[in-house]
């Protein structure tokens, strides 16, 4: 796959920067050596040769003088330290690689890259406009994908600015996966630290993770939107969708921002759910002009059905199925049911009952608090006698104290989604009705609480948790060691941990754990733990494929976050089949929702189940905790509800086809294993080079920096933070990919960063150095630092070889050996200056070829990139001009018969617009074509002297 030259259109000079002409020399006499500008006119320079104590006046039109904005310290400077030359040249060298050679990620990520992730990478990173919408499945790894690709644009372009925006549930999912994959500590922004800290947040910190909620509120929003981010992610960007009548504050806010930052990623399994608007919308924002003004698309592509929206679409929309993809293994579903035993049915149907009554009481008054009570209680029902007793309890405790009103909890409300059901049990206990003001009601509901509770506690023998033991127990027999078990709430894991510990090692993974604690679970479940028993919360974005048995032991009433549960160890990468057990008891709402999900979405095909983003789309054309309520409390019978089902499927099914129709990917032109193979020894290279440096580098600088380093053995280390917590370390991308506790020592690492920069940024390594070789001769090397500036900021190193006694130049790739293994040496008389700098001269001129050659290959390079973009943007803006021009006709049309004021001001408005568009059309020309324009500067970076 080739590798396109990587640009930006960010950028607005029209002209050379202009530099301060501090020092200068003589092409064609090099051994006057340098000289400083005494003083300049606008024709000509006086000049200063030092060496030779003589003044010249120079007209600035002689071709044969050259500028230097500063003198080349490298030439009169000693290094103190003369190892740390040979570091900080290896530091920049490896800066050089990761910013602009191949996929700086292959090595920098914890993460185990699929062929889609890195194709998409290359496409994102290597593009004129980083602009795209990453439409893959779930569980294909958008957010890995997002993260590559933020990683990839941080390195090559030098940005530093990210803002991610994404679900309220998914916030420290996402802070944890850049943290823990890439190296990258993004803070958390929400409500409640935002009132604390205000807008400081913006300006004292570089990245950002928010939520979609938090930035519909107009006064957060204005306080993001006043600082300029280099890179915005939206996850779940479908969440953002509007149409031609309607706009919400979620799209308001993101086609502001989008049009204030260079790279925006939007990430969404369901682009659009066949209304063609609302693809048109979403591809609006990262790309104004790939399909136009709005009616000329409706004319062309809705009512004119032209026939290459497909191919224009492809050219922002990046999407993968798993069909594609590839590389599953099958899948194998099992239900267990459950008989319940008469105490077990009598506490089940009276539970329904109580659920019933109240559920459509609060219904009838409109109390979405107690409706809200009532949906959890009915899922906690069918969990675990356990979790549903205890949250019965402290509902009568709270009736009872009479103490929490719901008034008061209901912006809280707001906040809970009725599938993020984890510590729901507490939440629920806190909200109380505003119009339980009878006595007589209270009372009631009381005598229902107690009778419940009474017929729970006589349950001593739980047959649904008896039914998982004698599973686990055979699945064991048969040689089976890892199971993961799915609850929804955290009492069932508490009590599924207390019934399981006597005969196996458990361990418990939900939402409440910190990071480091979710590292050992996880840890441990690998190594020698038989069952890690997860929340819907804590399985989020967790790859567990070392694992192939998964229990449901309750069902969510979602298709997709099943879907998702089964994701954690069905993917690519498992070796094994995936079985699942699904539990649920007979007769109850558990049972019903599985009916659902296998004969009617078909989630649990032995291939890849339903596909992801149809999953979605069905639960947006269907709410299934309504749906699945008005079932339970009579209100829709089951053939009700079947029709339903059957009717929301099918608008879901016609949608997703006109999906794929549009949207279908091409076939994957990235073959992932000859891409490691051919860049293996080039990434085995750089690990272990920037294994030395950093540890290296990191003795010259021990004051500066933000931990200590302690080698243990051979690619392990010990490395203590800043606040003195202390971990193991590697530098080694595999090594840290099969152990999560271990830290991983790569860029973007604060202790890597800092060394890399201490060593590429000061002026430690940036000098001269002798070296005592009798098979060299007397020569020098020069190593020169070209930047290029156009689109993209870009830095070349070039080495030249000077021999003092032939007055010779030869031009080298790199640092030859015998200059890097050569002894140091400090000889007893220096070489002149004058002769350095006369050495310095002759070489000049050769990097100045040199940087001329590859300026021309960037600009071949990137021709065409820049016509085609120029042809897209005047291609929609003629036809925005067009518009209204023709609007414009038809008003002068109708002043003719009616020349009233006001049909004047109108003509005057349109004329207006005509000429916005035109200065808009003229300023993105204009900006293309200065992104085309390449400068370069050449800089001295360090002297090697052989004697």
């Known amino acids: 796959m080739d590798i396109p030259t990587q640009l930006s259109l960010d950028f607005e000079t029209t002209v050379e920067p202009k530099q301060t002409n501090e020092y200068g020399f003589l092409i064609d006499e090099p051994e006057l050596g340098l000289a400083k500008v005494t003083n300049e006119t606008a024709t000509s320079v006086e000049l200063f040769f030092e060496s030779k104590e003589i003044f010249r006046t120079v007209n600035k039109s002689n071709k044969q003088l050259q500028f230097l904005n500063q003198y080349p310290d490298s030439l009169r400077v000693w290094e103190e330290f003369p190892k740390a030359m040979d570091l900080a040249l290896a530091a920049s060298q490896l800066k050089l690689t990761y910013n602009f050679n191949k996929l700086s990620s292959l090595s920098n990520s914890r993460t185990r890259l699929l062929p889609h992730q890195i194709e998409s990478t290359f496409i994102v990173a290597n593009s004129l406009k980083p602009r795209f919408i990453l439409a893959d499945e779930v569980g294909l790894g958008k957010t890995i994908e997002a993260g590559l690709a933020v990683k990839e644009l941080m390195f090559r372009r030098g940005l530093k600015k990210v803002l991610v925006v994404a679900p309220s549930p998914l916030l420290v999912q996402w802070q944890q996966e850049m943290r823990n994959k890439f190296n990258e500590e993004f803070a958390i922004v929400r409500r409640r630290n935002f009132v604390t800290n205000g807008p400081d947040h913006w300006r004292n910190f570089n990245k950002i993770i928010t939520s979609i909620d938090f930035i519909k509120n107009p006064r957060y929003a204005e306080e993001i939107l006043s600082t300029k981010w280099d890179i915005v992610v939206f996850d779940e960007a479908h969440r953002l969708r509007r149409d031609y009548s309607k706009i919400t504050r979620g799209y308001l806010f993101a086609e502001k921002i989008a049009r204030k930052t260079e790279c925006l990623l939007l990430l969404t399994a369901t682009p659009f759910r066949g209304k063609l608007e609302e693809l048109f919308y979403l591809l609006h924002l990262v790309d104004p002009n790939i399909l136009g003004p709005y ?29 594609e993809v590839g590389g599953f293994t099958k899948r194998f579903a099992k239900t267990v049911r459950i008989d319940l035993s008469p105490i077990e049915r009598a506490f089940y149907d009276e539970t329904t009952e109580y659920v019933k009554r109240e559920y459509n009481m609060a219904m009838g008054t409109k109390n979405r608090a107690i409706g809200f009570v009532m949906v959890v209680f009915q899922k906690l029902l069918d969990s675990s006698v356990i979790a549903l007793l205890s949250a019965l309890q402290k509902r009568k405790f709270m009736l009872e104290s009479k103490f929490h009103y719901m008034k008061e909890h209901e912006t809280t409300l707001d906040d809970w989604d009725l599938d993020e059901t984890e510590g729901v049990e507490e939440f629920i206990t806190e909200l109380e009705d505003e119009e339980m003001s009878s006595f007589q009601r209270i009372k009631r509901e009381l005598f229902t609480l107690n009778r419940l509770i009474h017929l729970g506690k006589q349950i001593k023998e739980d047959k649904k948790t008896l039914k998982l033991k004698e599973t686990l127990y055979r699945l064991k027999k048969e040689g089976h060691k890892k199971f993961i078990i799915f609850t929804q709430f955290r009492t069932t894991q508490d009590h599924l941990q207390s019934v399981l510990e006597p005969d196996f090692k458990v ?14 679970a996880i840890q441990k479940f690998k190594e020698d733990y038989e069952i890690l028993i997860c929340t819907e919360a804590g399985g989020e974005g967790r790859n567990l494929q070392f694992a192939n048995i998964l229990f449901n032991y309750d069902l969510p009433w979602s298709p997709l976050k099943i879907e998702q549960r089964i994701g954690r160890i ?42 992801d983003d149809l999953l979605g789309t069905i639960e947006e054309e269907l709410d299934f905790n309504s749906s699945l309520m008005k079932f ?6 089951k053939e009700e509800l079947e029709t339903e ?53 990191a003795k010259f600088f021990q004051n500066q920096l933000p931990g200590t380093l302690t080698p243990i053995s051979k690619g392990s280390y010990e490395y203590k933070n800043a606040e003195g917590k202390i971990k193991k370390a590697t530098f080694d991308s595999d090594l840290a990919l099969t152990n999560d506790s271990l830290e991983f020592l790569a860029f973007g690492h604060p202790f890597v960063e800092k060394v890399t920069e201490l060593l590429t940024l000061s002026d430690v390594g940036r000098k001269k150095k002798y070296l005592l070789a009798n098979n060299l001769g007397q020569k020098i090397l020069f190593v020169f630092q070209v930047e290029f500036d156009f689109s993209l900021k870009r830095k070349d190193l070039f080495f030249i070889e000077f021999d003092l006694k032939k007055k010779k130049t030869t031009i080298l790739t790199e640092k030859p050996t015998e200059w890097t293994e050569t002894k140091t040496y400090v000889p007893e008389k220096e070489i002149p200056l004058s002769k350095l700098e006369e050495a310095f001269i ?22 065409s990139i820049f016509q ?20 414009l006709m038809r008003q002068e049309a109708a002043y003719k018969w009616d020349n009233r004021p006001e049909k004047k001001a109108v003509l005057h408005k349109t004329m207006k617009e005509i000429q916005r568009a035109k200065d808009e059309y003229t300023v993105e020309i204009r900006k293309i074509k200065n992104g085309a324009t390449i400068f370069h500067r050449i800089r001295l970076y360090q002297t090697y002297i052989s004697i």
């Open 295 to 323: 009616h000329t698309f409706v004319n062309d592509y809705v009512v004119g059905q032209k026939g290459d929206l497909k191919e224009k679409i492809s050219k922002v929309l990046l999407r993968r199925r798993k069909v």
């Open 507 to 520: 361990s418990p993974f939900h939402g409440s754990l910190s990071m480091d604690e979710k590292e050992v």
């Open 570 to 611: 069905h993917r690519f990468g498992q070796k094994d089949n995936v079985y699942i057990f699904n539990f649920a008891s007979k007769d109850t709402v558990a049972e019903r929702i599985l009916e659902v999900l296998t004969n009617k979405i078909r989630l649990f095909e032995e291939s890849i189940g339903a596909s």
């Open 632 to 637: 339970v409390t009579g209100t829709k019978t």
């Open 645 to 697: 089902f059957d009717l929301r499927i099918q608008v879901a099914q016609k949608g997703f086809e006109k999906l794929n129709a549009l949207v279908t990917p091409k076939v994957l032109d990235f073959n992932l294993k000859d891409y490691y193979d051919h860049t293996l020894e080039e990434r085995e290279w750089n690990n272990s080079h920037l294994e030395e440096v950093v540890a290296q580098g």
């Open 842 to 863: 002759y070489c000049y001129p050769i990097v100045e070829s040199e940087a001329e050659i590859k300026k021309e290959i960037l600009r071949k390079e990137t021709l």
């Open 868 to 887: 085609k973009e120029e042809y897209k943007v005047e291609l929609s803006h003629q036809k925005t001009i067009r518009q209204l021009e023709e609007k």
